[in-house]
């Protein structure tokens, strides 16, 4: 799946690696093969909201292990770790919006 977040990103196969990301935010770096700005920010709880709306809505439901479940997933270790609030949404996010993409 192509997913589309103000430009095109693919899931990161090194997102598995999360558990090494202790000491800092999990960022969209970490977890997506992105560059930029992008890249840099922590995930937040509306973005994975967002992510998981944008899958509903692409394929029915939320995939087991796709992008919205792995950015849920870091999305609440950042809100445990205090790196983000319950109800934060990236910038980015917030002003480019998301789209998924079937491919």
């Given at each position: 799946?192509?997913?589309e977040?103000?430009?095109?990103i693919?899931?990161?196969?090194n997102h ?11 960022k ?6 992105v560059?930029?700005e ?17 899958e509903?809505?692409?394929l029915?439901?939320?995939q ?5 479940a792995?950015?849920q ?9 205090g790196?983000v609030?319950?109800?934060d949404?990236?910038d ?5 919006g ?5 491919t």
């Amino acid at each position: 799946m192509l997913v589309e977040y103000g430009f095109s990103i693919s899931v990161n196969n090194n997102h598995k690696d999360l558990n090494n990301c202790q000491q800092e935010p999990i960022k969209y770096g970490h977890v997506f093969v992105v560059s930029g700005e992008l890249a840099k920010q922590p995930i937040a709880p509306k973005d994975a909201a967002m992510m998981q709306s944008t899958e509903t809505t692409l394929l029915g439901q939320a995939q087991k292990g796709g992008p919205a479940a792995v950015m849920q997933s870091a999305a609440m270790r950042n809100e445990r770790a205090g790196v983000v609030g319950h109800e934060d949404l990236n910038d980015i996010a917030g002003d480019q919006g998301m789209t998924a993409v079937e491919t």
